[in-house]
């Protein structure tokens, strides 16, 4: 069974830091494409950040040059290092492994407030 666990969140102020993780168990996590996504309060979801098995990462243009994707295979761990956090930020954010329709995380809050 897979299963997703992403942990991180939190409340930051506006230009502050957060490092999201998400850990994956029940799956060979290795061969997968991984994603972070989030989705704000009367949003859609959105993609953030993915990387590949090759570690080759693609960014939303809002998070490019503030948001870094990583991923650790030997500990089926994935992070989003989220710097220089905005508002516009807020969100509930979601790993993903991208096999078959995809397998979801349980989403972790982050909310950027003065």
């Known amino acids: 069974q897979v299963q997703l666990v992403e942990s991180g969140g939190g409340l930051v102020q506006p230009g502050g830091s957060l490092r999201l993780s998400c850990a994956a168990s029940g799956i060979i996590f290795g061969i997968y494409t991984m994603g972070w996504y989030r989705q704000a309060p009367g949003k859609q979801r959105e993609l953030v950040a993915s990387i590949t098995m090759a570690f080759s990462t693609t960014y939303a243009d809002s998070v490019k040059g503030r948001f870094t994707i990583s991923r650790d295979n030997a500990k089926s761990m994935v992070y989003l290092q989220m710097n220089s956090l905005k508002a516009e930020d807020t969100a509930v954010y979601y790993c993903?492994?991208?096999?078959?329709?995809?397998?979801w995380g349980q989403g972790t809050q982050v909310t950027v407030s003065s």
């Open positions: 993903r492994l991208s096999r078959g329709e995809g397998y």
